[in-house]
């Protein structure tokens, strides 16, 4: 039983941080139909920035919001300069950001070297909460995450939703020629979208520094983490990506600690079954010709 119940937080707070990353690509990638395959990168270089901020000032909370704000500014210049001249080019575009995340690795090679780094999180999240009803201690950062990733996800959904600015954003993909003939700055739309994106990848890479480690490989693994995600919980759809993550960071954490030699088998044979089933995913609207 105490097994289970950390496998089951383990794979709730890998969810989080996993769901940090995932939302960012899910408004690019699923919503926007931008294909960014340097999402990774954005993920990675924020963690980056975030951790030579940490190390100069002393202050987590200045990495932070250095990391997200750095990341936010990077997916602004991606848009007005690359995207904007690529819209529906989806070949194109995923040439153009592989070659783009081939690059930002090697730049972040070069310059933070293949060492791994990892914050020192501050006190008032440090430490180990009593879990009610258990006998267990469980680390207040990771629940803080959770907590979090929540928070993130509940405001992306009431933003989408319940906003003015939301609705523009969600009738200029279904029809951009409409919404820019009503009076509204598409492509100023888009560059918000684009840098709530990035620096959502930003966030969560300062967060994943402070969780897990920072080290060249990172961005390459939450970038598939993303992909999978955002396929199976739904493109576009923000409560998808928190189901999407939620089942694929269980499944990771239980297979790790149930059956460790297959468990990179089970993340994609959910992908497999979702594709071959409900390939829109979970709670994706039905696919248009």
Do not use: R
């Given at each position: 039983m105490t097994l289970f119940l950390l496998?089951?937080?383990n794979g709730l707070t890998l969810a989080g941080?996993?769901?940090l990353v995932a939302s960012?690509?899910?408004?690019?990638f699923g919503l926007m139909r931008n294909i960014n395959l340097a999402h990774g990168s954005l993920y990675l270089l924020g963690g980056y920035i975030g951790y030579s901020t940490f190390r100069a000032t002393g202050s987590w909370e200045l990495g932070v919001v250095v990391g997200t704000l750095s990341m936010a500014a990077a997916g602004v210049l991606l848009q007005y300069f690359i995207f904007r001249f690529m819209e529906g080019e989806e070949l194109r575009q995923t040439l153009v950001t592989i070659a783009l995340s081939i690059?930002?690795?090697d730049l972040m090679l070069w310059y933070w070297g293949g060492t791994a780094y990892q914050f020192t999180t501050p006190d008032w999240i440090r430490g180990a909460v009593s879990l009610p009803f258990t006998p267990l201690r469980y680390p207040t950062y990771r629940l803080a995450i959770l907590v979090a990733a929540v928070v993130v996800g509940i405001a992306l959904w009431l933003f989408l939703n319940r906003t003015r600015i939301g609705m523009m954003v969600r009738a200029g993909v279904d029809d951009k020629d409409m919404l820019a003939a009503s009076g509204v700055n598409v492509?100023?739309?888009f560059c918000v979208t684009f840098a709530i994106g990035a620096g959502l990848a930003g966030l969560a890479g300062v967060l994943g520094g402070s969780y897990l480690s920072?080290?060249?490989?990172?961005d390459m693994r939450f970038l598939l983490a993303s992909l999978i995600v955002v396929i199976v919980g739904g493109?576009?759809?923000?409560?998808g990506a928190g189901i999407g993550a939620v089942l694929i960071g269980l499944t990771e954490q239980f297979g790790l600690a149930y059956a460790p030699a297959y468990a990179p088998v089970y993340t994609f044979l959910i992908l497999v079954f979702v594709l071959a089933f409900r390939p829109q995913g979970i709670v994706g609207r039905p696919l248009q010709s």
């Open positions: 496998t089951l937080l941080l996993y769901f960012g690509f899910s408004l690019v690059v930002a690795a492509q100023l739309l920072l080290a060249p490989g990172e493109m576009g759809s923000i409560v």
